[in-house]
């Protein structure tokens, strides 16, 4: 089953739980009615923005929103990541795995392209490790190159952009905590 399959699924499977119609659903997760259906039909792509407005919406974390199962302590992630966003340049973003509060994603830059991402919840944090290549990390009105096998650290309560300005590709696990999701 596909991801937006899957998606697509939980979406509808929640909103029906809550006994919430589609006109009811839509503003309750910050979306149009329109994309609501879109979603729940698996014929969207929603950016990781919509998806984190969608779980806040049910009052779930994003990864319960994404595979909609209860989860004992430890767990083992199976191989198969969850793309939730690509370009056509090949660029993507992958959750590797989640846990309440704790996401953990691995980002693919190609040359000349940008991620950017809203402000998260007051007290989030996020720490990225460059595996490969460079990227420019800009949180408001700061920016910082971070080059391969170096880190970076920073809250995540401001507008966010990663970018990559080299001419070769760029790899990075990205570490997020939103204490919203906990």
Known sequence: MSASSVLGERVRQMRLERD???DQAAPRLG???RLLVQIEGSSANPSLSTLLSIAEGFGVVLIDLLEGQERAT?????????????????????????????ELWHFT??????RSSTA??????????????????????????VSADDSV???????HTYR???????????????????
Do not use: K, M, Y
């Not at 830059?109 to 940008?114: F, M, S, V």
């Not at 650290?153 to 507008?159: I, N, P, S």
């Open 20 to 22: 919430w119609t589609l």
């Open 31 to 33: 979306i149009s009615r």
């Open 74 to 102: 430890p767990f083992v992630q199976p191989s198969g990541r969850s793309t939730l966003w690509s370009t056509e340049a090949g660029s993507h973003a992958d959750l590797c795995v989640a846990s309440g509060p704790l």
């Open 109 to 114: 830059l190609q040359p000349g392209e940008e």
């Open 120 to 145: 998260h919840a007051a007290g989030s944090r996020e720490c990225l490790a460059v595996s490969d290549g460079a990227i420019v990390v800009r949180v408001g009105d700061h920016e910082v190159t």
């Open 153 to 159: 650290a920073f809250e995540a309560d401001q507008d």
């Open 164 to 182: 990559n300005d080299t001419r070769e590709p760029a790899v990075f696990t990205l570490a997020v905590l939103d204490p919203l999701n906990g």
